[in-house]
């Protein structure tokens, strides 16, 4: 498969508008998140942080501890989301294949645009120029002949950067000693374990396939195809269109009268709906509960909510509408998230960034399904995966219901 793909990333994105509309914060340690006083995390610094070890997505307090000094601000989402639509804009109008990733972020597939890789390069260049001009931000911009090696490109050379990795061989050459994280999919847990069994750099993924393979199934396999430079996986535009929603229901064998049993399940429900939410980058800003009667006659509630992808949120607000709904004996439920949005940023929300604190919620799902597990004598946590398979979600469900 021979594919252009050119990946372009905004520098310090956040924190470089605020700084572009406030000149006074030039040259500072910036941090936009919340504050220092609330629970949150950064969502955004300065590059000027970055040197005191601050990074998107840490706890405000740690980024307090090392950063005393910095200036904090709360960020303005309103401003940063008309900019990201002007850039996207620009995108656009060299592709329709325009993966968009983050608020700041997106992959353009180029392939059928130009003849050679020099023509790509153009175009990367002059997204750049039209950026800086349009919005006075600036980018960087990486290209190559695949998804994950272009990304590396763009953070190759961060920030204001520029940088071509046109074959495989280019890629692994640059990549090979280098310590396992720099390949994508890589985060800190799977890092630790490779290292545990000596496994450091990507060429020693590449001499460990195998067990790599066997220690991530999957994901091990993508990993190892990332160490020898293979990526096949194609650029795929998001199109609000094609996800006005995302819900999770479940139809009963037999009609439920007992609603704190319907609790237990929206637990489920609101995970599976979290997991595809988070999959795709998006966040609901409405939550809606489905419910049909045994008479068949159906309901649903809505409620607006602060865009999240959060299980244990979609749960609370999802039971608070429960509690409000006629009591009677129930043959379906289901709850969504609606009105989507492309998340922010993929680990951040701007739920986590206003002081919802994220440790707290995955605290908060973790002990609902501890609940679960005494209850049922199911092992949920360890069973997640299977658990949002439509069938297993129904075997799940009806063994909760006969067991209640
Ligand atoms: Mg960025």
New binding site residues.
Partial sequence: MNQIIIHV?????YASIEIRDHPELKGLPLIIGSLPSERGVVA?CSYEARKFGVHSAMNIKEAYRLCPSGIYRRPNMEKYRAISSQIREIWKSYTPLVETV?F??AYLDVTDQVNNFEDARKIGLEIKEKIKQKTGLS??VGIAYCKTAAKTASEEDKPNGFFEIPTPKDFIDLIIDRDVRVLHTVGQATAKKLYSYGIKTVRDVRENSETVINLFGKQGQLIVNFAFGIDERKVIPYRPEDAKSISREVTFQQDVTNYDLLKDILVLLSLCVEKRAKQHGLSGNGITLKITYADMKGITRSKRIFASNSAALIWKEAVKLLDKVDKRPVRLIGVGIHDLSIDENRQVSVADILSNDTENRDKEISHLLMKLENRYGLNFTENLEKIYKADTLHKTVEYMRKHF
């Fill in positions: 990333d905004m520098d310090a994105f955004t983050a700041d972020e980018c960087s």
